[in-house]
């Protein structure tokens, strides 16, 4: 049994990587400030494996094929793809033999994923390892993205359903002991329209306070009705969802919200107590 010691939900944002002085603008130094704070938490967990549930940005796929979700089953993870990111590239190590386990898994009860052993990871993966200060050679990872980028998407259901599953699935791997599931995306934001720099605080707020103090279909029967006043970039929190659906509702705070106009995005951090359940 892979007993989950970590469980992270970040907005992840390129800005700070195209403008490094969006880092120190408004709330940006507190944003930082939390990703740190966040990556001692990763590491003082000890995983051997990440499993970090994310979205692309049509680097790897593109509408000649855009799966809804892809599981990582390579080697290795060289990130970040895009050229624009002035930054050491890092090379991230996978763990094959947990992914083709969640495939299989997954074909078994019903999913239908794709899978990849060539699946270059962009900004979505590599910002909160980056301004988490997180040592990657520490632990391997397995990517699991959901299209949030690219209608038709998986439904917010959907989702849930998939942390339903990823739940099982890692309760019954022998192959590990310790595994964190890091999920990236959100929250409001609008990329390539004319509201590009639009956050919707409403949206965001609501969308937390559900997180913290509401039940997984909860989260869904209110992005259901709300997620397009949010923005296109929003279509990520079925990253969130499928996390809270994972941890089976189990507490989580919210460290962190800053509707940063110089991020372009309402950024967030939340972390779930994955503190053992005491059995009678």
Not at 12 to 41: C, V, W
Not at 131 to 141: K, L, T, W
Not at 182 to 206: C, E, K, Y
């Amino acid at each position: 049994m892979a007993q989950i010691v970590a469980a992270i939900a970040a907005s992840h944002a390129p800005t700070p990587f195209m403008d490094p002085r969006a880092g120190e603008q408004g709330g940006g130094r507190e944003i930082k400030a939390q990703y740190l704070a966040m990556g001692r938490h990763l590491v003082e967990a000890r995983p051997q494996t990440v499993v970090i549930v994310t979205n692309e940005h049509l680097h790897a796929f593109s509408l000649a094929n855009m799966p809804a979700v892809c599981i990582g089953v390579a080697e290795q993870y060289r990130t970040p793809y895009e050229t624009w990111i002035t930054v050491e590239r890092q090379t991230l190590q996978g763990d094959p033999d947990l992914g083709a386990y969640l495939v299989e898994c997954a074909y078994a009860e019903g999913f239908d994923p794709s899978y990849s052993q060539q699946l270059p990871l962009d900004h979505g993966v590599y910002m909160p390892f980056y301004f988490g200060e997180v040592p990657v050679s520490s632990f391997r990872i397995v990517p699991l993205i959901v299209n949030g980028v690219q209608p038709p998407m998986p439904t917010l259901r959907r989702c849930q359903q998939w942390g339903q599953f990823l739940r099982r699935a890692l309760a019954d791997y022998a192959g590990l002991d310790r595994v964190a599931i890091l999920a990236t995306g959100g929250l409001s934001h609008d990329i390539g329209t004319p509201n590009m720099g639009m956050i919707n605080q409403d949206f965001d707020r609501q969308f937390l306070h559900l997180l913290e103090h509401g039940s997984a279909d909860d989260v869904v029967r209110f992005c259901e009705q709300d997620l397009a006043s949010a923005g296109n970039g929003a279509q990520e929190i079925r990253n969130w969802i499928l996390l809270k659906s994972a941890m089976d509702d189990r507490p989580v705070q919210v460290k962190l919200y800053a509707p940063e106009p110089s991020w372009l995005t309402g950024m967030s951090l939340a972390i779930w107590d994955t503190a053992p359940v005491p059995t009678a």
